[in-house]
């Protein structure tokens, strides 16, 4: 039994098919999985002592004699080969997190910590603060109008900006002091270890008088402010998420205060906020319990003094706060989102309207609607609007969409592209609140509407001030050359509509002919067919 036992293990030592690892394994009776063992043993202790091997036995490897000592140096040489690549790959693994960590936590612009970093460390900041029993300032920062740098500016010239100013305002601040990008043009500072108010007040100080410097590019200067809020921890609260709440109600404070400026939490804008949320659950709620209706204003063609369109304005019917106007919930509506879903339920209901006066034998009425901003960004929204158009039957050359210049003007290239994609399906279009933007009249002839709407505010002093009164010659001059037609809004006085009359003003609308009226009440004024201007009105003899 030996001597075949020296006769297997001879045969498999003149094996070509296994390696001089696997010859010494065999030879010395060691099995694989003890032998790698003892190889990370080795690779610990590598760097703390020397390793000898001396031995005098040989092994037949392919013919030839191969002692131990050769094969175990061949192995600890292929292992310090492995332990270098495993150490590059450790290091490699650490760049490679270092760099996901300052993707992750780090603003790739201003280099500031970001808001997730923000957000993530807020647990043991606060751990901090209390072990030391220390008070904190939160200082919400947001750029006053940052929006239109962009707009006008281009997104480079605002990103160059907002580099500059993270860099202002980390030079306001200790080194103990933290700051981060919050948001797009938004900035959170964390100012711990503060005595009282005034440490806080004295660094928002020094931020507002840095960015008195303007800033510099391609030789022109421009100037950015900020309005800013201060909640103190644990003063006005001993919940930092509540802080850093109360530290944007008191920024949105200072900008209702003129902006460029800061503010300090008071109890009393938590009141407000708590109203404010009431209000937009309400709001939630209204389109499910139909709360809204319909109001509707006469448009008076001026050579007829006859009704020849009705502007759809909404009304809320709350259930506790009685009829509120646009202005009470509008603003936010438009803050929420929800104004999407009002604004289509606007569209589909003044079109079902006329469908039901259609069937009643008024015939012909135009029909206008309001489009807010955030409905004009929709990218859907030419498609909703041919939906309802589809559903309700309504003949689209009846209904007129209308938009505010400022929003018109947002961005130019989108304005065009969605305006003309309403009017080829043959919508009206017009544009509203003209001149109380930064349009120029350059633009009228760029985008695809068909009536300008004079603001009210020109008209208020339309007969009394040489200036609106060029303003509004001029806006109907022009608006009748490039054959668009011209509404007055706001008309209140038989002075303004003479002076608009003059100046042939094709439509007018305002108090001194009819308000906004429930759908009862302006159905009734429909059946009439009332003539709202007598032509023996006389027009007054006064030369404008």
């Not at 300052?102 to 790739?108: K, T, V």
């Not at 209390?130 to 919400?140: E, M, P, R």
């Not at 209204?286 to 502007?311: C, H, M, R």
């Amino acid at each position: 039994m030996k001597n075949s036992s020296k006769s297997n293990n001879k045969g498999i030592k003149n094996s070509k098919e296994f390696s001089k690892n696997n010859l010494f394994l065999i030879d010395n009776t060691y099995y694989k999985i003890t032998m790698i063992g003892i190889l990370l043993l080795l690779l610990s202790m590598f760097f703390t002592i020397t390793i000898k091997f001396n031995w005098s036995d040989n092994f037949l490897s392919q013919g030839n004699k191969v002692s131990n000592s050769l094969v175990i140096f061949v192995l600890l040489a292929l292992e310090i080969i492995i332990f270098a690549v495993i150490i590059a790959f450790l290091i490699s693994q650490q760049k490679s997190q270092q760099k996901i960590f300052q993707l992750a936590y780090f603003d790739s612009l201003t280099d500031l910590p970001n808001r997730k970093y923000f957000e993530d460390v807020l647990p043991d900041f606060v751990d901090e603060v209390k072990k030391y029993n220390y008070k904190v300032a939160l200082i919400y920062i947001d750029l006053d109008n940052f929006k239109v740098v962009n707009d006008t500016l281009g997104h480079a010239l605002g990103d160059k900006f907002l580099k500059q100013i993270g860099h202002l305002i980390k030079k306001c601040l200790r080194h103990s002091d933290f700051v981060c990008r919050f948001e797009g043009d938004e900035f959170v500072i964390l100012l711990p270890g503060i005595n009282n108010k005034e440490d806080a007040i004295n660094v928002v100080e020094r931020i507002i008088d840095a960015l008195q410097i303007p800033f510099t590019s391609y030789e022109k200067k421009f100037y950015i402010t900020a309005s800013i809020g201060i909640a103190i921890y644990p003063d006005d609260s001993d919940d930092i998420h509540t802080i850093v709440k109360y530290a944007t109600m008191a920024m949105n404070s200072a900008k209702e205060n003129g902006k460029n400026s800061y503010c300090l939490f008071e109890s009393h804008m938590n009141t407000k906020l708590l109203e404010k949320y009431e209000l937009e659950e309400d709001l939630r709620q209204a389109l499910i319990n139909q709360e809204f209706v319909l109001y509707y204003q006469p448009q008076i063609d001026i050579s007829t003094g006859k009704i020849v369109g009705l502007e759809a304005l909404i009304r809320w019917m709350h259930p506790i706060r009685g009829c509120l106007a646009p202005m009470e919930f509008i603003p936010l509506a438009e803050e929420t989102g929800l104004i999407v879903p009002i604004g289509e339920w606007v569209i589909r209901t003044a079109c079902s309207q006329s469908i039901k006066w259609k069937k009643k034998g008024i015939k012909d009425l135009r029909i206008s609607v309001n489009l807010s901003a955030r409905q004009f960004q929709q990218p859907d929204l030419v498609e909703v609007i041919t939906e309802i158009l589809n559903e309700t039957g309504m003949d689209p050359q009846l209904l007129d969409l209308e938009i505010t210049e400022s929003v018109a003007m947002r961005d130019i290239e989108l304005t065009k592209k969605v305006l003309g994609e309403l009017r080829g399906k043959k919508i009206n279009i017009s544009l509203d609140d003209f001149g109380t933007g930064y349009s120029s009249l350059n633009y009228l002839k760029q985008l695809p509407i068909n009536t300008v709407k004079i603001d009210r505010t020109f008209v208020d002093n339309i007969t009394d001030d040489i200036n609106q009164q060029t303003i509004a010659k001029a806006v109907i001059d022009l608006s009748h050359n490039m054959e668009l037609h011209v509404t007055a809004e706001g008309v209140e006085t038989w002075e303004q509509f003479s002076f608009l009359k003059f100046q042939n003003c094709d439509k007018v609308q305002g108090y001194l002919f009819s308000m906004p009226l429930p759908l009862e009440d302006v159905e009734r004024i429909l059946y009439q067919d009332k003539k709202f201007i007598d032509k023996s009105e006389p027009v007054l003899s006064k030369s404008y």
